[in-house]
């Protein structure tokens, strides 16, 4: 493990003029002040360590030296895995790359759920087919949208300073929480829709709230509280909606 501070009497690698202030965590180098980066509190770095550990702090989604299917299953297995790390520490990025992320993992899993019903509940009618894709890219990514544009605007109101386009890609980023939909083959789903779309909204609702302080600005308590409130409200005014009879 590289130690935090240089003993006394170092002086920098590139300039032995200058004492040195800092150890670079990556290469082990000591560093002057001209010299140090300081990428968070415990992690200064010299200046040709930089651009390599900024990739490092990408998500994989973002690493222009992966392909597409590692970026993306890569970039699955962290937000599944590490999902409260993922959100609170997420850096800027392109929401473009996010939404193909976001379309991979709901035709992958709208893809198998379809084939899982196929073998334990037989194909629904020709009628139904399209019906069902549309309502699932609907659960998937058309509520947590709405719910997107409630928080930025409320978010706003309370002077963030975020832009749309970095809740979009946090929304985006939070489309593997369609996974509880596999729920759905070993319950009936009419039984636990209500269920799923509130939990669905609620997770997509966190990684708002945690991503609040880096993308929008925001202290983390107010975003966690207005992500959240307006998650519950969305989700009581959807299942209420509901259960009116057609007009």
């Known amino acids: 493990m590289v130690p935090r501070k240089p003993p006394g009497g ?11 202030v800092a150890i670079c965590s990556r290469c082990g180098t000591f560093v002057c002040a001209a010299c140090s980066v300081t990428m968070s509190a415990d992690a200064p770095c010299c200046r040709p360590c930089e651009p390599l550990l900024r990739q490092d702090l990408l998500l994989p989604l973002d690493r222009a030296t992966l392909g597409w299917p590692t ?8 937000v599944v895995c590490r999902p409260a790390r993922t959100f609170s520490s997420l850096e800027k990025g392109s929401p473009a790359r996010a939404l193909v992320f976001a379309a991979a993992v709901l035709v992958a899993t709208g893809s198998a759920l379809t084939a899982a019903n ?3 509940r037989g194909f629904p009618a020709s009628s139904d087919r399209m019906w069902w894709i549309l309502r699932f890219v609907w659960n998937g990514l058309g509520r947590a949208l709405l719910l ?8 706003s109101w309370l002077g963030g300073y975020g832009t749309f386009a970095s809740t979009v890609r946090v929304i985006a980023l939070a489309t593997p929480i369609v996974l509880l939909r596999l729920a759905t083959l070993v319950a009936p789903p ?32 107010h975003s966690m509280i207005i992500a959240l409130g307006t998650a519950v409200a969305l989700a009581a005014l959807a299942y209420f909606a509901g259960r009116l009879p057609p007009p």
Request: proline share 6%.
């Open 148 to 155: 997107g544009i409630a928080y930025k605007f409320v978010a």
């Open 10 to 20: 170092s002086v920098c690698g590139a300039h032995p003029v200058d004492p040195a």
């Open 190 to 221: 009419q039984s636990i829709e209500a269920a799923i779309n509130f939990l669905e909204l609620v997770g997509v609702g966190i990684a708002l709230g945690l991503s609040g302080p880096k993308q929008q600005g925001l202290p983390r308590l």
């Open 118 to 120: 196929v073998v334990l």
């Open 71 to 78: 970026r993306i299953a890569a970039t699955f297995v962290q």
